[in-house]
């Protein structure tokens, strides 16, 4: 397992964007099969993206055609564009890798006005 690391988390208002990305291991397996979750304080964590080793994409229906998964190999990292953000994609967002079970430690996004 590696520790991975997230970033690109913050305060954005309804309607704005980000991108978060996530890096740490030097493996490129590890990136195989990546994942971003959240979760909101009380509740499970749930699976906003996936991308397979195969670069198909599986998305939480609340955020499709709003977030997009990549994965750069060259650089050993995955992103999370998040487009259109809405109050309720508050939370903590934590990469995974479905590969070697290596995690991120998480970032907090949060959008308010």
């Known amino acids: 397992q590696a520790r991975l690391l997230e970033s690109g988390g913050g305060l954005v208002q309804p309607g704005g964007s980000l991108r978060l990305s996530c890096a740490g291991s030097r493996k490129l397996s590890t990136f195989y099969d990546m994942g971003w979750l959240r979760q909101v304080r009380g509740k499970e964590r749930e699976l906003v993206a996936r991308?397979?080793?195969?670069?198909?994409?599986y998305y939480k229906d609340s955020v499709k055609g709003r977030f997009t998964i990549s994965r750069d190999d060259a650089n050993l990292t995955v992103h999370l564009q998040m487009n259109r953000l809405t109050p309720e994609d508050t939370a903590v967002y934590y990469c995974r890798s479905f590969e070697d079970d290596s995690w991120g430690q998480g970032t907090q996004v949060t959008v308010s006005s």
């Open positions: 991308i397979f080793i195969d670069g198909r994409t």
